[in-house]
Nanobody, 119 residues
Framework: QVQLVESGGGLVQTGGSLKLSCVLL??????VGWFRQAPGKEREFVAA?????VYADSVKGRFTISRDNANNTVYLQMNSLKPEDTAVYYC?????????????????WGQGTQVTVSS
């Protein structure tokens, strides 16, 4: 059974940092991504890693996606956080190796972890 388990969310002040983790259970995946959903907004792409690494313009230079294949874990290092980064962050994985930015391409999702950035 495939499970994606996120952790690492929390409350942080503007300019602070957080590191999210996502453990991939049940199988290995070539492409993984992070998405986020703020209250009243649609879920949006943040970053993905597969045959290449892709970032949303809003997080480029501040966030870094990485993975530890030995432990089947994906990370999202978030620096210089802003109040507009406040959202529930979701880990996602797909069977193919291309790191798509669209939600519809991802086959498995985690339960989400809350990130709140105070001003």
């Amino acid at each position: 059974q495939v499970q994606l388990v996120e952790s690492g969310g929390g409350l942080v002040q503007t300019g602070g940092s957080l590191k999210l983790s996502c453990v991939l259970l049940g199988r290995t995946f070539s492409a993984v991504g992070w998405f986020r959903q703020a209250p009243g907004k649609e879920r949006e792409f943040v970053a993905a890693r597969g045959s290449m690494t892709v970032y949303a313009d809003s997080v480029k230079g501040r966030f870094t996606i990485s993975r530890d294949n030995a432990n089947n874990t994906v990370y999202l290092q978030m620096n210089s956080l802003k109040p507009e980064d406040t959202a529930v962050y979701y880990c996602a994985a797909r069977r193919g190796d291309f790191p798509h930015t669209g939600l519809q391409y991802y086959d498995f999702w985690g339960q989400g972890t809350q990130v709140t950035v105070s001003s």
